[in-house]
C-alpha cells in the first residue's frame, strides 16, 4: 500500500487564487512529520513546510498552511495568493518517527500551473 | 536554510565509463544523506541511505556494485556510478538531515546525467 498518496496529478489555478494540493498519509506510527516540497523546473527540492504529527495547530509558512487532519490522515496543502512563480511539481512527504533520521517517503507529485 | 551542493550539475558520457557525483552539506554536519533517483515526471525514488564511516544501505533492487557510494566525512559523500549505460540517464538528487527537532531534510540541485 503507498504510504502517500497524491490523487492530483496536475492542477490549474487562476493567478491571485487559492488552490488546495491533496495529499494522504497511511502509517501506524503514531510520531511522524509531514513535509511538502516544491521542485521547479530546475529540478532543485525546496522545502515549503512541516506538520509534527502532535502538533495541535496546523502549520502556517507565509502564503503556505498546512490543513492537517489527523484522524482523515490527511495533510492538504494550501497555497493562497497564487503567483505565476508557484508554478511546479509539488511533493507531499512523510518520515516516520519524530526525531529520527529516517529516509522521506514521497508521493508521486502534483503538477501546478497558475494561469495568469 | 541549510545548504547542500551537487557537483556536477549536470554530466554527458560514453556508455560504459563512470561517473562520480559529489553531495556536500556546507554549513553543517550530516552523519547522514540520502541518495535519490528521479525519472522524468515521476517522484524521487530512494536509492541507498549514505552514513558517515560505514557501508551505505542500498534499497532493494538498487545495485550496490554499480552504484557505488561513500561517505568518508561528515561533509561529503559521493555516487559513483560504475559502467555507466544509457538506462542509469536520470536526475540524481542527494540529500541531508540538518538536524534540530524536525530533523529537516535539505537537497541538492541535483545531477542529470546522460549516458550516450
Known amino acids: 500500500a503507498q504510504k502517500i498518496t497524491q490523487t492530483q496529478p496536475g492542477m490549474f489555478v487562476q493567478e491571485k487564487e487559492a488552490v488546495t494540493l491533496d495529499c494522504t498519509y497511511d502509517?501506524?506510527?503514531?510520531?511522524?512529520?509531514l513535509f511538502w516540497y516544491k521542485q521547479p523546473s530546475s529540478g532543485e527540492m525546496i522545502f515549503l513546510i512541516y506538520?509534527?504529527?502532535?502538533?495541535?495547530q496546523n502549520a502556517t509558512e507565509g502564503r503556505y498552511s498546512l490543513n492537517f487532519q489527523k484522524a482523515r490522515k490527511s495533510a492538504n496543502l494550501v497555497i493562497s495568493a497564487s503567483q505565476l512563480g508557484d508554478s511546479a511539481m509539488y511533493f507531499c512527504a512523510m518520515r516516520e518517527g519524530l526525531g529520527s533520521q529516517g529516509n522521506l517517503i514521497f508521493g508521486k507529485g502534483t503538477k501546478l500551473s497558475v494561469k495568469p | 536554510g541549510a545548504v547542500v551542493s551537487q557537483h556536477p550539475s549536470w554530466v554527458i558520457c560514453k556508455s560504459g565509463t563512470s561517473v562520480k557525483i559529489e553531495c556536500r552539506s556546507l554549513?553543517?554536519?550530516?552523519?547522514?544523506m540520502f541518495w535519490y533517483r528521479q525519472f522524468p515526471k515521476q517522484s524521487l525514488m530512494l536509492m541507498a541511505t549514505s552514513n558517515e564511516g560505514s557501508k551505505a544501505t542500498y534499497e532493494q533492487g538498487v545495485e550496490k556494485d554499480k552504484f557505488l557510494i561513500n561517505h568518508a566525512s561528515l561533509t561529503l559523500s559521493t555516487l559513483t556510478v560504475t559502467s555507466a549505460h544509457p538506462e542509469d540517464s536520470s536526475f540524481y538528487i542527494c540529500?541531508?538531515?540538518?538536524?534540530?527537532?524536525?530533523?529537516?531534510?535539505?537537497f541538492g540541485p541535483g545531477t542529470r546525467l546522460t549516458v550516450l
Open positions: 502509517t501506524s506510527d503514531p510520531s511522524y512529520g
Open positions: 506538520q509534527g504529527s502532535y502538533d495541535q
Open positions: 554549513d553543517f554536519q550530516a552523519t547522514t
Open positions: 540529500s541531508a538531515i540538518h538536524g534540530g527537532n524536525r530533523n529537516e531534510q535539505f
